[in-house]
């Protein structure tokens, strides 16, 4: 059974909210921390429930029209991370597409992290759900899959991951190949100074990958 949950937002923050986003999508008018409360006693029961049913939450709350519940959606995904199978997790990857933008879709890679934390010896297979992909979005996260790590982060993958797409003009693939070489540079300047000399990057990429160097 789907939880009956509607958000409580406010009209006024609703029009600034959207126009933030370029008008892509239609807000309720709840801000981050604001939702966070509202959906507190959710996702606190989503973790005691069966993951199996939380995805038929996921699937709902992700279908509805308003920006917050594909927020919503993936705040549910990161909160029952622990218990997801690697299985369970694939099947959240067919959600990036739908409706995407920088918002949802660096949301959605935090779930992926959460699961890298538990399970570092699936990230090979978990990187390959998203390289290569005619999705750029999908390609989006093969590079910003590692974000957050530093001694662990596997820089075969992450070349792997940036080398496709060099050449790549659509500006969230270059500004994730930027994030992602900007963040390493702060355990590793080393090795992202030498990646930086030793391929053609495009400007965006470059300025945004050496701001730290």
Do not use: C
Not at 17 to 35: D, E, W
Not at 150 to 169: C, G, N, P, S
Request: charge should be positive; charged fraction near 25%.
């Amino acid at each position: 059974m789907i939880p009956e949950f509607q958000f409580e937002g406010n009209p006024e923050n609703a029009t600034e909210m959207a126009a933030y986003m370029r008008q892509r999508y239609q807000f309720v008018g709840v801000k981050t921390p604001t939702r966070r409360q509202q959906s507190k006693a959710l996702i606190k029961l989503a973790k005691k429930t069966d993951p199996a049913t939380v995805l038929t939450w996921i699937a709902h709350f992700y279908a509805r029209q308003e920006r917050e519940y594909q927020y919503l959606a993936i705040d549910l995904g990161v909160a029952i991370v622990p218990q997801l199978t690697l299985s369970q997790l694939h099947q959240l990857v067919a959600y990036i597409p739908q409706k995407a933008w920088w918002d949802s879709v660096d949301a959605w890679r935090k779930v992926y992290d959460g699961y890298l934390k538990r399970h570092p010896a699936d990230k090979s297979q978990i990187f390959g759900w998203f390289y290569g992909q005619p999705n750029f979005w999908l390609r989006r996260i093969a590079i910003t899959l590692q974000l957050l790590e530093k001694d662990t982060l596997d820089t075969t993958l992450l070349t792997q991951a940036i080398e496709a797409d060099l050449e790549t003009d659509e500006f969230f693939i270059q500004k994730a190949i930027g994030w992602a070489l900007r963040n390493y540079s702060k355990f590793n300047p080393q090795w992202v100074r030498q990646f930086m000399a030793t391929h053609q990057l495009q400007p965006l990429a470059r300025r945004e990958g050496g701001r730290y160097l």
